[in-house]
């Protein structure tokens, strides 16, 4: 289980390494291209839900617990890195399947 830290330590959140990891990627590219944007996720203690605006002047740190970095799936990435740029903003949504399954 690692943590989203933002600002400081005592503002973090429990998320597990692999989805983690996926976020890392998402939130590093919207950074990037400079879109800010809400991030809500369910506190790992059943205490509700938090919203961090995420912005390049905040400090953020991803905390992995894990020594392996995870395998992508690339499929995921882009369903979160759509759900960063809806009006919701981002939320961790199921992981799909690696591959898309083309049904033609």
Known sequence: MGR??????SNAVEIEDRTLAHLRIVVMNKLRRGEPF???VEVGDGSGRR???VHPSV???FHFYGS???KINRVWVEDLMLAASGPHGLSIVPEPA???VDHG
């Open 59 to 61: 400090p953020l740190q």
């Open 38 to 40: 809400m991030f809500d």
């Open 51 to 53: 919203s961090f605006w």
């Open 4 to 9: 989203f830290i933002y600002d400081t330590a």
């Open 98 to 100: 690696d591959e898309p």
């Open 68 to 70: 392996r970095q995870p």
